[in-house]
């Protein structure tokens, strides 16, 4: 299931005689006719409950808000709102907080003039989105998100954008810097828990019952080893398959545009190994008793891997004490080492399943009555 999980837009009012909304405003004069010009107003930040933000800006013709209609006056967004509507009422609330006009659906479209040789481009006479971000939640299994991101950066996809891994190995992106369209996929539990440490560091502090909530939700992206795959539709690619014009589009007519993931996973198989130590298996069987024995018998183990003959280098007596704790986790040192024949230090593989993420019973979901009457503090 996709949400939205970022909303740009904007509507003009040809009339004008709207409310200036922001920090502040430059009047400006034309030298040569003594016109004046349309003032020039800066955006305006908005802060809700829980640290939310959103940007909203009206130059007196243009309004335009700019932020995550999902998360608005919520402690989280792993669910969002599916609709457009929805975010829309949110948008409204707030703007009626301004005295300024709602965002309108377009009912019509009118050709634009343009220049000679030019295409005849479109304007609506309701609100325009000028960017969208989709997103829905993919459970890869416990454990299994690194693994799941690292194996898909291997991978270009749509028309090949190449893909950037961080080096954190939390997170990976195609198309930065594309005013076309970026995909994500980053692990959510790991942003939860960065978002959660800002949270405690803030002067006024949060709320026991607040950290117990995200805490339980943090627990549960773990489990279900969460990776967010996430879309951002920009003005270029909006433009062309003409999805600004709010109201003449519905949800599912962005769908096709959000499948370069899913088509890049059916072509892919990503499995999940997990390592470890000679040393560390021979304590974790009790086959050695100390550290010191277990990182004894692997140093000898991993010159037998260089093609050393033990044989040589240990009396009789040494070489079968290392031999036989080694033969108990599938490695005899008696033989010559072949490497098509054996991997010591794999513990196990799995390949990697991918389902979409089940809403629990106890998330609180987003409701947009509750969204748009909680109150709210404009800062600079």
Known sequence: MHFIDQLFMQQVHPDGGLPLV??????????????????????KYLEGSYSTK???????????????????????????????????????????QYGLPPFTKNTKLIPRQT?????????????????????????????????F???????????GRKPHLFPNGKSCGWGYGSSWMINKLYDKAFELREHLKKDKRRKDGVLEKQLEY???????????GVVRDESSLKQLLLKKHRLQFYGLVSEEDFYPHLNDIEKAMKTIQI???????????????????????ANATQSYAIMWQSGSNIREILSESNFYVHKARLKQIGIDI?????????CPTLKRSEIIKVEPLKIPDWYEMPTVAKSIILPFRAIA
Request: glycine share 10%; net charge neutral.
């Open 271 to 293: 499995s999940h190994d997990v390592h470890k130590s000679i040393a560390d298996q021979l304590m974790d069987l009790n086959i050695v008793k100390s550290r010191q024995a």
């Open 22 to 43: 922001g920090t502040h405003v430059i009047e400006r004069l034309n030298l040569e006719t003594g016109e004046a010009l349309p003032p020039s107003v800066n955006q």
């Open 115 to 147: 220049p000679d040789g030019k295409s005849t481009s479109l304007v609506g006479n309701g609100a325009e989105i000028t960017s969208i971000d989709w997103t829905r939640n993919l459970a890869v299994g416990k454990g299994n998100q690194a693994s």
């Open 149 to 159: 991101i690292r194996g898909m950066s291997s991978m270009q996809i749509g028309r």
């Open 54 to 96: 959103l940007i909203i800006r009206c130059d007196g013709r243009k309004v335009r808000i700019e932020g995550n209609p999902s998360r608005w006056q919520r402690m989280d967004n792993l669910f969002g709102l599916t609709t457009l509507d929805e975010c829309v009422g949110i948008y409204n609330h707030i703007l009626n």
């Open 214 to 224: 995200i805490e339980k939700l943090i627990t549960y992206c773990e489990e279900q």
């Open 334 to 342: 008696g033989q010559q080492f072949d490497i098509t024949r054996l």
